[in-house]
């Protein structure tokens, strides 16, 4: 398994308490996956785990929304995943390291690289629940449910579809969609119990309670960040028009979060554009929210979040 790191300087938040190096007494892991194999149009993704680090030391410790203080129930940063042309070589190394943090009792949230990452948390927090059922919830711009794409299964626009195909213990729930061809219509149209899709164009629509209800008790949240509106993230490869603004996101994603266990999360497909260190700190933030929410059902009911 990768360890953690030893430098404040290159943990999440920055060089702020012992609790970032700590990987024992720390609730929450950063994983950082630099993966960029099958990127389809800008290039950049593999830059993206160093710039939400680095825009995470910007990071306020105390989270307004919530008044808490996720930092103090620890979190240790992984040393980067190595550099990796075959995604499922990448992806094994990662489920690996997923593996060991799950099996620890901690939190994982991986950030990326293109959005293949997800499948290897998600492929270690199957192994490790060994059949139990989990629900995800996945912002995207784009359904990701192709069979395989340019070739190859192992591919930032079919991980949705292969995360579904290997394990049936999982469904889903994507908002934000507003680009898909029609092998990932006819999928959704004949899979209604394992994935559920709001579409963009229709946000006007939207329910937050359609959106909560086919969520199970238990909930994994990947957030590809061309799911927002590219008027507040033009930082990524693949961009689409009509997307979610921040506090709409959050929104969608406290509700979720408020009487459920958050088991894992991923931030993903951030391309650092030179000048725009905005978007960075937007992705880092993202990450922290998924570790504030998190605490959101235990301090409500007394229930552990684990």
């Known amino acids: 398994m990768i360890g953690p790191v030893s430098d404040f300087n290159q943990a ?4 702020e308490s012992p609790h970032q190096c700590d990987y024992h007494t720390s609730k929450f892991v950063i994983i950082p996956a630099p993966l960029e194999a099958t990127v389809s149009y800008g290039s950049g993704a593999s830059m993206g785990p160093s710039a939400i680090i680095a825009a995470s030391q910007q990071v306020e410790i105390l989270d307004l929304e919530t008044r808490t203080r996720p930092l103090d129930l620890g979190i240790a940063t992984m040393s980067s995943l190595p550099r990796c042309d075959d995604p499922r070589e990448f992806l094994d190394i990662l489920r690996d ?7 620890d009792g901690k939190i994982p949230i991986t950030l990326g690289g293109e959005h293949t990452i997800s499948l290897g948390p998600i492929e270690a927090i199957c192994k490790h629940r060994k059949g139990k059922p989990f629900s995800i919830l996945h912002f995207d711009a784009h359904a990701d449910l192709r069979f395989s794409y340019q070739g190859s299964e192992y591919s930032h626009a079919s991980v949705i579809r292969q995360i579904l195909h290997r394990f049936p213990e999982v469904n889903v729930v994507q908002v934000g969609i507003r680009a898909v061809c ?9 899979n209604p119990n394992r994935v559920k899709t709001f579409w963009a164009h229709e946000m006007k629509n939207w329910h937050i309670e359609d959106m909560l209800s086919p969520l199970l008790e238990d909930l994994y949240i990947t957030i590809d960040v061309d799911g927002l509106d590219p008027s507040i993230m033009p930082a990524t490869g693949t961009p689409e028009p009509g997307g979610l603004l921040y506090f709409q996101c959050l929104e969608i994603m406290r509700k979720a979060s408020e009487n459920r266990n958050i088991i894992g999360g991923d931030v ?3 391309a650092p554009l030179a000048g725009f260190h905005g978007c960075d700190l937007l992705a880092a933030r993202l ?3 998924l570790m504030a929410y998190s605490g959101l059902r235990r301090r409500q009911d007394g229930t552990r979040s684990l």
């Open 12 to 15: 999440f938040l920055g060089p």
């Open 97 to 103: 390291t997923v593996f060991g943090i799950v099996r």
């Open 182 to 190: 029609e092998e990932e219509i006819e999928y959704i149209e004949q």
């Open 268 to 270: 993903n497909e951030l």
């Open 287 to 289: 990450a922290y929210k």
